[in-house]
């Protein structure tokens, strides 16, 4: 039997002999210390993936609530960016469903660094918000 490849020399190869190793139940030849941490990580990603795409969605949201001397200008770009933005946040909750309960959580993350971020850009007005409700609905735009 060959020696199978090293996590660290070959990533693509080891996961192609993890995969064989699993489908052949070859148990005792599956490298499982680096196998949980990649799932583990997996599971990481998504998390990450989800809280950027929410960031993003909110601050197009905002610019197209509030800034209002670029809307003219950029209102069609923000508003296709807030499409696409949606579409890839609802795509991540069907492929994962329980991320969904977590949605207030990341909310309540992404929402202060998407207003960090667009007043760099111009003044938000203090009433500025927009809650994760409306951020999520496929026919809400400002």
Known sequence: MKPYTSYETDYY???????ENLRNRNFSEVDWENLIEEIESMGKSE??????????LLEHLLKLAYWKSEQE????HWAAEVVNFRTQIKTIIED??????QLETFYNKAYP???????????????AEIDLTQALDDDWFP
């Open 13 to 19: 190869q080891w996961i192609q002999e993890t995969v």
């Open 47 to 56: 998390k990450r993936a989800l809280l950027s795409l929410l960031t993003r």
């Open 73 to 76: 200008r950029n209102r069609n």
């Open 96 to 101: 994962s469903p329980s991320l969904r309960t």
């Open 113 to 127: 660094s998407a207003v960090k971020s667009v007043s760099q850009l111009f003044t938000l007005p203090p009433e």
